[in-house]
C-alpha cells in the first residue's frame, strides 16, 4: 500500500499534463449550477484515483455537489485513509457532513479523524459529528481525549488516557476534575466547545466546557459560552451553575476590530439564561456558534 501512494505521487510530480485535464473538468463540473448525470459515468472514480492530489480533493467535493449516493462511502474511505492528503480527508469529513451520511461507518471514520494529526482535519471532524449525530458518551470520550491528552510521540495523535491538572500526572476523566487542556490549535477547541454542546452528556463534559470559558483565546471562550449555555438548556440540573460561570466570562477580545463579537456573544448566551430553564430551547444555540470560514464576524446558519 505505501508503494502504491510513492508512486503515485511520483507520477504526479513527474507527468502533472496527465491530470491537468482532471483538475478542469471537476473544476468545471463543481461551477455548474445544475450538472448533467451523466458526467457520473466512469469519470468520478477515476478521478477519486487520479495521481494528483488536487484532482482527487475535487472529486470529493463533486460526490458532495452531485449528492452522487453510491459514492458516499468513497468519502468515508477517504477521510480514514491516513496516507491521502490532508487537505482531502478535511473536505472528506465536510462533504460527510454536508451530504448528511449519518451511517455507522461515517461515525466510526468521524471520530477516529478526531486524533488526526492534521488539524483542519480534527476540527471538520469535531464539526460533522455536531451535526450529525445524537448526544453520546462515547462521541464524548472522544472529544475529551483529543482535548485533553497529549500527543503520542510520533505525532499520530492524542493517547486515550487523559491528564489531570498537576503536569506530570496521568489519570482517566472524571467528574469534577479540572484537566489540563492539550489541544493547541484554538479552531480545534473552538470545534471541541461546540460539539460538546451538542453532544455533551455527563458532569466531565459540562466541566470542560467551564474550561473553555477562560481559554486564552476570545473565539474559543465565546463557542465555550454558547455550548455551556446549550449543554445547560439540554440538562436542567446544570442550568445555574452555567449562568454563574457565564456571568464570570472575561469579555475583552483582542484584536483591532470594531464590531466586538465575542461581547455580543457572550451577552446573547447570558440574556439566555436570565430566565428559567423552562424558557430555554436547545435549538435556538445552533444558530449562535461562530463560523471561522465565514468569518470572525459571522455565526452559524
Known amino acids: 500500500m505505501v508503494c502504491f501512494h510513492v508512486l503515485r505521487s511520483l507520477v504526479a510530480f513527474l507527468l502533472p499534463h496527465r491530470w491537468q485535464g482532471q483538475l478542469a473538468d471537476a473544476t ?6 445544475h450538472p448533467p448525470r451523466h458526467a457520473l459515468e466512469g469519470e468520478v472514480d477515476a478521478w477519486l484515483a487520479s495521481p494528483g492530489w488536487q484532482v482527487r480533493n475535487a472529486a470529493v467535493k463533486v460526490v458532495a455537489h452531485l449528492r452522487d ?22 473536505n472528506a469529513a465536510e462533504a460527510i457532513a454536508r ?12 471520530r477516529k479523524a478526531l486524533a488526526d494529526p492534521y488539524w483542519e482535519v480534527r476540527a471538520a471532524a469535531c464539526n460533522a459529528l455536531a451535526r450529525l449525530f ?3 458518551d462515547n462521541l464524548e470520550n472522544a472529544l475529551l481525549a483529543v482535548l485533553y491528552a497529549p500527543k503520542k510521540q510520533n505525532g499520530s495523535g492524542p493517547n486515550t488516557h487523559i491528564p489531570s491538572a498537576r503536569r506530570g500526572q496521568t489519570g482517566t476523566a472524571s467528574p469534577g476534575s479540572r484537566q489540563r487542556v492539550r489541544e493547541d490549535n484554538f479552531e480545534v477547541r473552538m470545534a471541541i466547545a461546540e460539539a460538546l454542546g451538542h453532544l455533551g452528556v455527563r458532569p466531565v463534559a459540562f466541566d470542560a466546557l467551564l474550561e473553555l470559558t477562560s481559554d486564552d483565546s476570545w473565539p474559543v471562550r465565546s463557542q465555550a459560552a454558547v455550548a455551556l ?3 445547560a438548556a439540554r440538562h436542567p440540573g446544570f442550568f445555574d451553575r452555567a449562568r454563574d460561570r457565564l456571568r464570570a466570562v472575561d469579555r475583552q ?20 439564561t436570565h430566565g428559567t ?9 445552533r444558530s449562535m456558534y461562530l ?11
Open 28 to 33: 468545471r463540473l463543481l461551477a455548474a449550477e
Open 69 to 90: 449516493e453510491p459514492r458516499y462511502p468513497r468519502l468515508v474511505e477517504k477521510l480514514a485513509d491516513r496516507s491521502e492528503a490532508g487537505i482531502v480527508r478535511r
Open 99 to 110: 451530504v448528511g451520511l449519518a451511517t455507522p461507518d461515517a461515525r466510526e471514520a468521524l
Open 134 to 136: 445524537e448526544p453520546d
Open 229 to 231: 449555555a446549550h449543554f
Open 253 to 272: 477580545s483582542d484584536g483591532a476590530v470594531s464590531y466586538f463579537v465575542h461581547r455580543d456573544m457572550l451577552s446573547r448566551a447570558l440574556m439566555a
Open 277 to 285: 430553564h423552562a424558557d430555554m430551547e436547545p435549538d435556538a444555540f
Open 291 to 301: 463560523d471561522p470560514k465565514a468569518g470572525w464576524n459571522h455565526v452559524r446558519r
